[in-house]
T-cell receptor, first 114, second 114 residues
Framework: RKEVEQDPGPFNVPEGATVAFNCTYSNSASQSFFWYRQDCRKEPKLLMS???SGNEDGRFTAQLNRASQYISLLIRDSKLSDSATHLC???????????????FGTGTRLKVLA | DAGVTQSPTHLIKTRGQQVTLRCSPK?????VSWYQQALGQGPQFIFQYYEEEERQRGNFPDRFSGHQFPNYSSELNVNALLLGDSALYLC?????????????FGPGTRLTVL
């Protein structure tokens, strides 16, 4: 089983639609969570950190469910510029090292249609 | 304030050769992580450097090695290149602290092995 799993999509939605992505993770020791977006042939860019109580930033809402080990991202009023691959990221911090590592999902492709 | 920079942007090598990729972290950051991203996949964690030491390592062979310098910049070395090493190599930097450790990515080096 992959450590971080996402539906690869693609999700094709019309402008103005609401779209939701889910992500599941297998390591219960995971400590923090993020959503990144990646445009074609570009580097990932941080979209949102995901807080335990859930958080909202404009049109974006992130939720964390530790009991079920999943993270979600909701995008309201989709824009053409939201078209990208959305990557779910889990931050593991093994006790022995004092540092951490990011585990990425494979990403969910979103295409917003005019 | 410069973000994360990487050099070179593109590189073409042949099987069996060796390659060195370079990364300068964002100002104020002390931790550098390296990732390999194959087409259609999420970034795969290679290793992380903090205080000039390798602190975490992903499932990559010893052909992949690295270094961090006192100014926090880093190098990734790959020996005995294989065709399968063709990928986008991403460097990310962060400031090591408790809680969230948001990573910021450089534009990547696209390596092609012929």
């Amino acid at each position: 089983r992959k450590e971080v799993e996402q539906d690869p999509g693609p999700f094709n939605v019309p402008e103005g639609a609401t779209v939701a992505f889910n992500c599941t993770y297998s390591n219960s020791a995971s400590q923090s969570f993020f959503w990144y977006r990646q445009d074609c042939r570009k580097e990932p860019k941080l979209l949102m950190s995901v807080y335990s109580s859930g958080n909202e930033d404009g049109r974006f809402t992130a939720q964390l469910n530790r009991a079920s080990q999943y993270i979600s991202l909701l995008i309201r009023d989709s824009k053409l510029s939201d078209s990208a691959t959305h990557l779910c990221v889990v931050n593991l911090r093994p006790m022995t090292s004092g540092t951490y590592k990011y585990i990425f999902g494979t990403g969910t492709r979103l295409k917003v249609l005019a | 304030d410069a973000g994360v920079t990487q050099s070179p942007t593109h590189l073409i090598k042949t099987r069996g050769q060796q390659v060195t990729l370079r990364c300068s972290p964002k100002s104020g950051h002390d931790t550098v992580s390296w990732y390999q991203q194959a087409l259609g996949q999420g970034p795969q964690f290679i290793f992380q450097y903090y205080e000039e030491e390798e602190r975490q390592r992903g499932n990559f062979p010893d052909r992949f090695s690295g270094h961090q310098f006192p100014n926090y910049s880093s190098e990734l070395n790959v020996n005995a290149l294989l065709l399968g090493d063709s990928a986008l190599y991403l460097c990310a930097s962060s400031f090591l602290r408790e809680g969230f450790n948001e990573q910021f990515f450089g534009p990547g080096t696209r390596l092609t092995v012929l």
